[in-house]
Protein backbone atom coordinates (compact mmCIF):
# COMPACT_ATOMS: atom_id res chain seq x y z
CA UNK A 1 0.00 0.00 0.00
CA UNK A 2 1.22 3.56 -0.94
CA UNK A 3 2.66 4.96 2.71
CA UNK A 4 2.39 8.87 4.00
CA UNK A 5 6.33 9.19 4.21
CA UNK A 6 8.08 9.96 7.64
CA UNK A 7 8.00 13.99 8.66
CA UNK A 8 12.01 14.20 7.80
CA UNK A 9 10.81 12.89 4.45
CA UNK A 10 10.70 15.91 1.36
CA UNK A 11 6.88 15.72 -0.44
CA UNK A 12 8.40 15.09 -3.57
CA UNK A 13 8.36 11.08 -2.06
CA UNK A 14 5.84 8.65 -0.75
CA UNK A 15 6.64 5.30 0.56
CA UNK A 16 5.40 1.74 -0.86
CA UNK A 17 5.88 -1.77 1.12
CA UNK A 18 5.40 -4.36 -1.81
CA UNK A 19 3.41 -7.47 -0.31
CA UNK A 20 5.19 -10.72 0.82
CA UNK A 21 6.60 -12.58 -1.94
CA UNK A 22 6.17 -9.92 -4.84
CA UNK A 23 9.31 -10.08 -7.63
CA UNK A 24 11.03 -8.19 -9.95
CA UNK A 25 12.46 -9.22 -13.43
CA UNK A 26 16.30 -9.53 -13.67
CA UNK A 27 16.47 -11.13 -16.84
CA UNK A 28 14.76 -14.68 -18.94
CA UNK A 29 13.37 -16.31 -15.97
CA UNK A 30 14.76 -14.74 -13.38
CA UNK A 31 13.42 -12.59 -10.34
CA UNK A 32 14.47 -10.61 -7.37
CA UNK A 33 12.25 -11.26 -4.57
CA UNK A 34 11.64 -7.95 -2.78
CA UNK A 35 11.80 -7.24 0.80
CA UNK A 36 8.94 -5.99 3.07
CA UNK A 37 10.36 -3.02 3.38
CA UNK A 38 9.10 0.71 2.65
CA UNK A 39 10.36 1.84 -1.23
CA UNK A 40 10.44 5.33 -2.24
CA UNK A 41 8.54 6.50 -5.28
CA UNK A 42 8.25 9.80 -6.60
CA UNK A 43 5.21 10.97 -5.78
CA UNK A 44 3.95 13.07 -8.94
CA UNK A 45 4.30 9.42 -10.24
CA UNK A 46 2.57 7.38 -7.92
CA UNK A 47 -0.61 5.35 -8.44
CA UNK A 48 -3.83 7.04 -7.91
CA UNK A 49 -5.64 4.48 -5.96
CA UNK A 50 -4.74 3.48 -2.60
CA UNK A 51 -3.55 0.48 -2.10
CA UNK A 52 -2.24 0.06 -6.21
CA UNK A 53 1.24 -1.23 -6.69
CA UNK A 54 3.10 0.60 -8.67
CA UNK A 55 4.65 -0.31 -12.00
CA UNK A 56 8.50 -2.18 -12.43
CA UNK A 57 9.29 0.89 -14.13
CA UNK A 58 8.25 3.59 -11.17
CA UNK A 59 10.11 1.65 -8.43
CA UNK A 60 12.99 1.53 -10.58
CA UNK A 61 12.72 5.40 -10.99
CA UNK A 62 11.74 6.16 -7.49
CA UNK A 63 14.65 4.28 -5.70
CA UNK A 64 17.54 5.88 -8.02
CA UNK A 65 16.01 9.60 -7.65
CA UNK A 66 15.39 9.02 -3.71
CA UNK A 67 19.60 7.37 -3.87
CA UNK A 68 20.12 10.95 -5.49
CA UNK A 69 18.70 12.58 -2.62
CA UNK A 70 19.59 10.50 -0.28
CA UNK A 71 22.47 8.75 -0.62
CA UNK A 72 23.02 7.77 3.33
CA UNK A 73 19.47 6.94 4.10
CA UNK A 74 18.68 4.00 6.15
CA UNK A 75 17.75 1.44 3.53
CA UNK A 76 20.84 3.01 1.02
CA UNK A 77 22.81 -0.78 0.58
CA UNK A 78 19.26 -2.30 0.04
CA UNK A 79 18.45 -0.07 -2.42
CA UNK A 80 21.11 0.29 -4.39
CA UNK A 81 21.14 -3.50 -4.77
CA UNK A 82 17.97 -3.35 -6.17
CA UNK A 83 19.30 -0.82 -8.87
CA UNK A 84 22.46 -3.35 -9.49
CA UNK A 85 20.18 -6.76 -9.68
CA UNK A 86 17.04 -5.27 -11.74
CA UNK A 87 18.15 -1.61 -13.15
CA UNK A 88 21.73 -2.23 -13.91
CA UNK A 89 20.76 0.39 -17.02
CA UNK A 90 20.27 2.78 -14.20
CA UNK A 91 24.26 2.07 -12.36
CA UNK A 92 25.50 2.33 -16.13
CA UNK A 93 23.65 5.75 -16.66
CA UNK A 94 25.48 7.22 -12.97
CA UNK A 95 28.81 5.94 -14.34
CA UNK A 96 28.12 8.24 -17.94
CA UNK A 97 27.13 11.40 -15.62
CA UNK A 98 30.19 10.60 -13.75
CA UNK A 99 32.43 10.70 -17.17
CA UNK A 100 30.37 13.92 -17.61
CA UNK A 101 30.52 15.34 -14.54
CA UNK A 102 34.50 15.10 -14.38
CA UNK A 103 34.74 17.69 -16.81
CA UNK A 104 33.65 20.34 -14.57
CA UNK A 105 35.74 19.58 -11.59
CA UNK A 106 35.66 23.04 -10.08
CA UNK A 107 31.62 23.68 -11.24
CA UNK A 108 29.94 23.83 -7.65
CA UNK A 109 26.70 22.45 -9.34
CA UNK A 110 28.78 19.72 -10.86
CA UNK A 111 30.11 18.44 -7.77
CA UNK A 112 26.77 18.43 -5.97
CA UNK A 113 25.55 16.04 -8.65
CA UNK A 114 28.91 14.20 -8.30
CA UNK A 115 28.97 13.26 -4.53
CA UNK A 116 25.60 11.49 -4.23
CA UNK A 117 26.41 9.81 -7.33
CA UNK A 118 29.37 8.69 -5.91
CA UNK A 119 28.00 6.91 -2.87
CA UNK A 120 25.54 5.48 -4.36
CA UNK A 121 28.11 3.71 -6.55
CA UNK A 122 30.27 3.07 -2.84
CA UNK A 123 27.40 1.12 -1.98
CA UNK A 124 28.09 -1.77 -3.95
CA UNK A 125 31.91 -1.33 -3.80
CA UNK A 126 32.70 -0.03 -0.61
CA UNK A 127 36.22 -0.67 -0.82
CA UNK A 128 37.02 1.08 -4.42
CA UNK A 129 40.02 3.40 -3.83
CA UNK A 130 39.03 5.27 -6.87
CA UNK A 131 35.58 6.25 -6.17
CA UNK A 132 36.93 7.18 -2.13
CA UNK A 133 39.47 9.16 -3.92
CA UNK A 134 36.98 11.57 -6.08
CA UNK A 135 35.09 12.05 -3.37
CA UNK A 136 37.31 13.30 -1.02
CA UNK A 137 38.49 15.53 -4.19
CA UNK A 138 35.13 16.60 -4.67
CA UNK A 139 34.24 17.75 -1.40
CA UNK A 140 37.68 19.48 -1.14
CA UNK A 141 37.02 21.82 -4.29
CA UNK A 142 33.51 22.12 -2.60
CA UNK A 143 34.97 23.55 0.17
CA UNK A 144 36.80 26.15 -1.67
CA UNK A 145 34.00 27.11 -4.02
CA UNK A 146 32.86 30.54 -3.14
CA UNK A 147 29.01 29.72 -2.80
CA UNK A 148 30.17 26.58 -0.07
CA UNK A 149 32.59 29.05 2.03
CA UNK A 150 30.59 29.64 5.10
CA UNK A 151 30.27 25.63 5.41
CA UNK A 152 34.39 25.01 4.07
CA UNK A 153 35.05 23.45 7.22
CA UNK A 154 32.57 21.20 7.16
CA UNK A 155 33.48 19.79 3.66
CA UNK A 156 36.79 20.04 4.52
CA UNK A 157 35.83 17.21 6.98
CA UNK A 158 34.09 15.50 4.52
CA UNK A 159 37.16 15.58 2.53
CA UNK A 160 39.41 14.09 4.53
CA UNK A 161 37.30 11.66 5.75
CA UNK A 162 36.93 9.85 2.49
CA UNK A 163 40.63 10.81 0.99
CA UNK A 164 41.94 9.06 4.66
CA UNK A 165 39.31 5.89 3.56
CA UNK A 166 41.05 5.86 -0.08
CA UNK A 167 44.49 5.74 2.00
CA UNK A 168 43.89 2.71 4.10
CA UNK A 169 43.46 1.00 0.41
CA UNK A 170 46.64 2.36 -1.23
CA UNK A 171 48.66 4.14 1.78
CA UNK A 172 51.20 5.38 -1.16
CA UNK A 173 49.29 7.20 -3.47
CA UNK A 174 51.03 10.22 -4.18
CA UNK A 175 47.89 11.97 -5.64
CA UNK A 176 45.88 11.02 -2.83
CA UNK A 177 48.45 11.72 0.30
CA UNK A 178 48.98 15.63 -1.32
CA UNK A 179 45.29 16.11 -1.33
CA UNK A 180 45.06 14.62 2.44
CA UNK A 181 47.86 16.77 2.77
CA UNK A 182 46.13 20.08 1.61
CA UNK A 183 42.99 19.27 3.64
CA UNK A 184 45.14 19.01 6.72
CA UNK A 185 47.39 22.51 5.61
CA UNK A 186 44.02 24.19 5.32
CA UNK A 187 42.13 23.12 8.28
CA UNK A 188 45.30 24.35 10.72
CA UNK A 189 46.48 20.37 11.11
CA UNK A 190 50.01 21.22 10.04
CA UNK A 191 51.81 18.12 11.74
CA UNK A 192 49.97 16.13 9.96
CA UNK A 193 50.14 18.06 7.16
CA UNK A 194 54.21 17.96 6.92
CA UNK A 195 53.63 13.73 7.59
CA UNK A 196 51.58 13.66 4.34
CA UNK A 197 54.16 15.41 2.10
CA UNK A 198 57.09 14.43 3.35
CA UNK A 199 55.81 11.05 2.33
CA UNK A 200 55.93 11.78 -1.22
CA UNK A 201 58.45 15.03 -1.97
CA UNK A 202 60.63 12.54 -3.13
CA UNK A 203 59.03 10.84 -5.74
CA UNK A 204 57.36 13.86 -7.75
CA UNK A 205 58.73 14.43 -10.98
CA UNK A 206 57.36 18.01 -11.46
CA UNK A 207 60.24 20.18 -10.86
CA UNK A 208 57.70 23.25 -10.42
CA UNK A 209 55.35 21.17 -7.60
CA UNK A 210 58.34 19.77 -5.88
CA UNK A 211 59.71 23.53 -5.07
CA UNK A 212 56.05 24.54 -3.82
CA UNK A 213 55.54 21.39 -1.52
CA UNK A 214 59.02 22.32 -0.27
CA UNK A 215 58.15 26.22 0.47
CA UNK A 216 55.54 24.53 2.26
CA UNK A 217 57.10 22.42 4.11
CA UNK A 218 59.99 24.81 5.41
CA UNK A 219 57.39 27.24 6.19
CA UNK A 220 55.85 24.60 8.90
CA UNK A 221 59.29 23.36 10.11
CA UNK A 222 59.71 27.63 10.65
CA UNK A 223 56.46 28.40 11.98
CA UNK A 224 55.62 30.69 9.71
CA UNK A 225 51.88 28.84 8.87
CA UNK A 226 48.64 31.30 9.45
CA UNK A 227 47.97 31.20 12.93
CA UNK A 228 44.90 31.16 12.62
CA UNK A 229 43.65 28.18 10.70
CA UNK A 230 42.65 28.69 6.88
CA UNK A 231 39.21 27.26 6.85
CA UNK A 232 38.33 29.95 9.64
CA UNK A 233 39.09 32.56 6.99
CA UNK A 234 37.85 30.66 4.74
CA UNK A 235 34.18 30.60 6.66
CA UNK A 236 34.90 34.23 7.40
CA UNK A 237 34.66 35.34 3.60
CA UNK A 238 31.64 33.12 2.73
CA UNK A 239 30.48 35.12 6.15
CA UNK A 240 31.27 38.39 4.53
CA UNK A 241 29.53 36.96 0.84
CA UNK A 242 26.23 36.27 2.66
CA UNK A 243 26.00 39.33 4.51
CA UNK A 244 26.60 41.67 1.10
CA UNK A 245 23.87 39.48 -0.20
CA UNK A 246 21.83 40.49 2.16
CA UNK A 247 22.03 43.70 2.25
CA UNK A 248 24.72 44.32 5.52
CA UNK A 249 27.22 46.22 3.51
CA UNK A 250 29.09 47.61 6.53
CA UNK A 251 29.53 44.41 7.94
CA UNK A 252 30.37 42.76 5.28
CA UNK A 253 33.01 45.87 4.26
CA UNK A 254 34.34 45.38 8.03
CA UNK A 255 34.92 41.45 7.91
CA UNK A 256 37.03 41.65 4.17
CA UNK A 257 38.88 44.18 5.15
CA UNK A 258 40.00 42.15 8.45
CA UNK A 259 40.89 39.44 5.76
CA UNK A 260 42.52 42.00 3.55
CA UNK A 261 44.73 43.07 7.13
CA UNK A 262 45.03 39.62 8.26
CA UNK A 263 46.68 38.78 4.87
CA UNK A 264 47.30 35.28 4.89
CA UNK A 265 43.88 34.14 3.35
CA UNK A 266 44.61 36.16 -0.39
CA UNK A 267 48.30 35.20 0.21
CA UNK A 268 48.23 31.61 0.42
CA UNK A 269 44.75 31.53 -1.96
CA UNK A 270 44.64 34.55 -4.35
CA UNK A 271 41.55 33.77 -5.79
CA UNK A 272 39.32 36.14 -8.03
CA UNK A 273 36.22 35.88 -6.75
CA UNK A 274 37.47 36.70 -3.11
CA UNK A 275 38.91 40.11 -4.66
CA UNK A 276 35.47 40.77 -6.59
CA UNK A 277 33.82 40.45 -3.49
CA UNK A 278 36.00 43.02 -1.31
CA UNK A 279 35.91 45.08 -4.40
CA UNK A 280 31.77 45.26 -4.47
CA UNK A 281 32.10 45.81 -0.34
CA UNK A 282 34.29 48.39 -0.69
CA UNK A 283 32.22 50.36 -3.83
CA UNK A 284 29.40 50.26 -1.72
CA UNK A 285 31.10 52.16 1.02
CA UNK A 286 32.45 54.44 -1.60
CA UNK A 287 35.54 53.41 -1.12
CA UNK A 288 36.34 53.92 -5.47
CA UNK A 289 40.58 53.91 -5.26
CA UNK A 290 40.61 50.76 -3.41
CA UNK A 291 37.28 49.15 -4.91
CA UNK A 292 39.59 49.55 -8.52
CA UNK A 293 42.50 47.84 -7.13
CA UNK A 294 40.92 45.06 -5.77
CA UNK A 295 38.62 44.48 -9.29
CA UNK A 296 42.17 45.05 -11.22
CA UNK A 297 43.70 42.00 -8.86
CA UNK A 298 40.70 40.46 -9.60
CA UNK A 299 41.43 40.45 -13.52
CA UNK A 300 45.02 39.64 -13.04
CA UNK A 301 43.58 36.25 -11.74
CA UNK A 302 41.03 35.81 -14.24
CA UNK A 303 41.29 37.53 -17.24
CA UNK A 304 37.67 35.90 -18.09
CA UNK A 305 35.92 36.99 -15.26
CA UNK A 306 33.03 39.29 -16.55
CA UNK A 307 32.08 40.66 -13.89
CA UNK A 308 35.09 41.83 -12.39
CA UNK A 309 35.98 43.34 -15.41
CA UNK A 310 32.63 45.45 -16.35
CA UNK A 311 33.39 46.52 -12.28
CA UNK A 312 36.90 47.46 -13.44
CA UNK A 313 35.17 49.61 -16.25
CA UNK A 314 32.48 51.24 -13.81
CA UNK A 315 35.11 52.25 -11.14
CA UNK A 316 37.67 53.67 -13.46
CA UNK A 317 38.84 56.89 -12.82
CA UNK A 318 37.65 59.55 -15.42
CA UNK A 319 40.65 60.25 -18.11
Not at 138 to 148: E, G, K, N, Q
Not at 159 to 183: C, H, M, S, T
Amino acid sequence: MTEIPPQSTPDDFVFWTPPEGMTLSIGADEHLNLLNISLPICAADAPDVLGAAPSERLIGEGIYAYLCAYPETEHAPVYADILRQAYPFLISDIGSQLLLLDLRPYDAVALQKKIPLLKILLLLDENNFGLLHKLGVAFYHLALHPDHLIVSGEQLNCARQWLEKARRIFPQDINNLNYLGQVCYLSGNYHQAKLYWLNIINQLDNEKEKTQLQHRLDLISQGGVPLQALQHQLEQMGEAHKLFAAGDVAQAYELVERLVVQGELLQELPNAEFYHLIGLCREAVNDLAGAYEAFAMATQLDDKHEQARNALKRVSPAT
